[in-house]
């Protein structure tokens, strides 16, 4: 096995654990939400009706952060060329 291979390997079994812990802690946040839904004052229901949708700021926080990642990945991609010696 080559060391990319290795790497590859790693790499896809990181994301996997990343995964299953992100999927056991919206979980536990659903449960407890459920659980706890009655027990808030009716105050917080109506404060919590005037919050943003949160699927739109966490899309428009991926945008961005998509956005960020261009961007450096072609300023990476200019530095290995301006530092690569010429043929």
């Known amino acids: 096995m080559t060391v990319t291979e290795i790497a590859d390997e790693v790499q896809s079994q990181l994301l996997s654990l990343v995964q299953i812990a992100q999927e056991n802690v919206v979980d536990a946040i659903e449960r407890v939400s459920e659980r706890t839904r009655d027990l ?3 105050s917080t ?3 919590a009706n005037r919050l943003p949708d ?23 991609a200019k530095l290995g060329d ?6």
């Not at 949160?54 to 990476?76: I, P, Y």
């Not at 301006?82 to 043929?87: F, I, R, S």
């Open 40 to 42: 808030w004052p009716a």
């Open 45 to 47: 229901t109506r404060f």
């Open 54 to 76: 949160a699927a739109k700021l966490v899309d428009r926080g991926f945008e961005t952060t998509e956005q960020w990642l261009r961007t450096q990945r072609q300023f990476a």
């Open 82 to 87: 301006a530092l690569t010696p010429p043929a």
